[in-house]
């Protein structure tokens, strides 16, 4: 089963500060990666698609990469602002399914 | 519709009731999901269609849960005798392809709250 883990679990910054969540994935087999965010009671909110195939994917103030061979992403968010505090989460998709990982909880403070 | 729609948002039930969680995924997308989630966790996988097709339930945790899409459009989620562990949020995503190999992305909705008391 894939086994996808998100480091660190809580981050606190200043805002304005650029910063990396990372996710990693025991089994390369994938054919797609997507990071979203949630808020406190709310659904999830997709921010960046990358297929098996690409590298990396931006939006924005947002940069995804993908290093399937290592079974690692990273979301970087440059100039982070008190609106981006939510939680974040990637899910791998080797299949039917999606596998979440528990997410990186993320304050930015003004 | 614009975006993925679930009813009701809260749902506090007494043990041993039956519940009945509706989904209305976006509209002309092929593949819909539902999953957990448990306070502080990820979503966890429950089951899976394919237009009216249950293509995959090999998530759903006891043979309490049961799901259908019969029109392959709006989707119920049908928890009987429900027992103290089944309080989560149960959340409902949608997708527009079929192809694993170059899908769009994943569209959640706000998620539908047990309480079991």
């Known amino acids: 089963k894939q086994e996808v883990t998100q480091i660190p679990a809580a981050l606190s910054v200043p805002e304005g500060e650029n910063l990396v969540l990372n996710c990693s994935f025991t089994?390369?087999?994938?054919?797609?990666l997507q990071w979203f965010r949630q808020d406190p009671g709310k659904g999830l909110t997709s921010l960046l698609l990358?297929?098996?195939?690409?590298r990396e994917q931006t939006s924005g103030r947002l940069n995804a990469s993908l290093d399937k061979s290592s079974g690692r992403s990273t979301l970087y968010i440059a100039a982070s602002q008190p609106g981006d505090s939510a939680t974040y989460l990637c899910?791998?998709?080797?299949?039917?399914?999606?596998?979440f990982g528990t997410g990186t909880s993320l304050t930015v403070i003004p | 519709g614009a975006g993925v729609s679930q009813s009701p948002r809260y749902k506090v039930a007494k043990r041993g009731q039956d519940v009945a969680l509706r989904c209305d995924p976006i509209?002309?997308?092929?593949?819909l999901f539902w999953y957990q989630q448990a306070l502080g966790q990820g979503p966890e996988f429950l089951t899976y269609?394919?237009?009216?097709?249950?293509?995959?339930k090999s998530g759903l945790p006891s043979d309490r849960f049961f799901a259908e899409r019969p029109e392959g459009s709006v989707s119920t989620l049908k928890i009987q005798r429900t027992q103290q562990e089944d309080s989560a949020v149960y959340l409902c995503?949608?997708?527009?392809?079929?192809?694993?190999?170059?899908?769009?992305?994943?569209?959640f909705g706000e998620g539908s709250r047990l309480t079991v008391l």
């Open positions: 089994d390369s087999a994938i054919y797609n």
């Open positions: 509209s002309g997308h092929v593949s």
């Open positions: 899910a791998v998709r080797p299949g039917n399914q999606f596998y």
């Open positions: 990358i297929q098996s195939s690409q």
């Open positions: 995503a949608s997708l527009i392809s079929t192809t694993l190999a170059n899908t769009g992305e994943l569209f």
């Open positions: 269609f394919q237009n009216e097709a249950q293509l995959d």
